[in-house]
């Protein structure tokens, strides 16, 4: 049982370059969450899938898309990477994303650096 | 201002002290409080979660919910060197999914 997994681990683009980060997880949930970490500025939440086949913008959208392409994986693409979107990447996954006891579990994350 | 406010510290503290965390809010529809814990250079992992007010214990660990302060806590009784990372306080209202986050208070517990 792996929970969440994301890949590639670290990246290095330049800007204008595009790319997709990578998220499954394996505990059969129903809602997906891609965060971004930067220093100060604590968890800011990018994109959320409630369930299968629904995406909604969060705190911090511009720049970015989402595909949840079934129930395992959730995938965000960087059309044309900016040097502001250097940051750590989180994917997270809960049972479900309204109920009260929700419980998020998060991947180990995606370190990129944008030139 | 921010919906969550923490400490960035860091906090310093001898192997064997208590420690106290503490974050304060502005929302006072928030319901739901938890503590997660990332080790440098790893993803976040829920340590406790509370719902509404009160205390909550699990082992070395205490998190606590003032409602009528907006501020909680988690104190670690016997700090370990193993217990340094940086804890995050976060939290959301009822029936929402959006998980609202403190910046994070890195903990360094000496030997």
């Known amino acids: 049982n792996a929970g969440v997994t994301q890949t590639p681990k670290f990246q290095v683009l330049k800007t204008g370059q595009s790319m997709t980060l990578q998220c499954a997880q394996d505990m059969n949930h129903n809602s997906m969450y891609w965060y971004r970490q930067d220093p100060g500025m604590g968890l800011r939440l990018i994109y959320y899938s409630a369930s299968e086949g629904t995406t909604d913008k969060g705190e911090v959208p511009n720049g970015y898309n989402v595909s949840r392409l079934n129930k395992r994986e959730f995938s965000l693409r960087l059309e044309s990477a900016a040097p502001s979107q250097t940051s750590v990447y989180f994917c997270?996954?809960?049972?479900?994303?309204?109920?009260?006891?929700?419980?998020?579990?998060f991947g180990p994350g995606t370190r990129l650096t944008v030139l | 201002q921010k919906e969550v406010e923490q400490d960035p510290g860091p906090l310093s503290v001898p192997e064997g002290a208590i420690v106290s965390l503490n974050c304060t809010y502005s929302n006072s529809a928030f319901q739901y409080f938890m503590w997660y814990r990332q080790y440098s250079r790893k993803g976040p992992e829920l340590l406790m979660y509370?719902?509404?007010?009160g205390n909550k214990e699990d082992g070395r660990f205490t998190a606590q919910v003032d409602k009528s302060s907006k501020y909680i806590s988690l104190f670690i009784r016997d700090s370990q060197p193993s217990d340094s990372a940086t804890y995050l306080c976060?939290?959301?209202?009822?029936?929402?999914?959006?998980?609202?986050f403190g910046s994070g208070t890195r903990l360094l517990v000496r030997p």
């Open positions: 997270a996954s809960s049972r479900a994303s309204t109920a009260s006891t929700d419980t998020q579990y």
């Open positions: 509370t719902y509404s007010s």
């Open positions: 976060a939290m959301k209202r009822d029936s929402s999914y959006k998980l609202i």
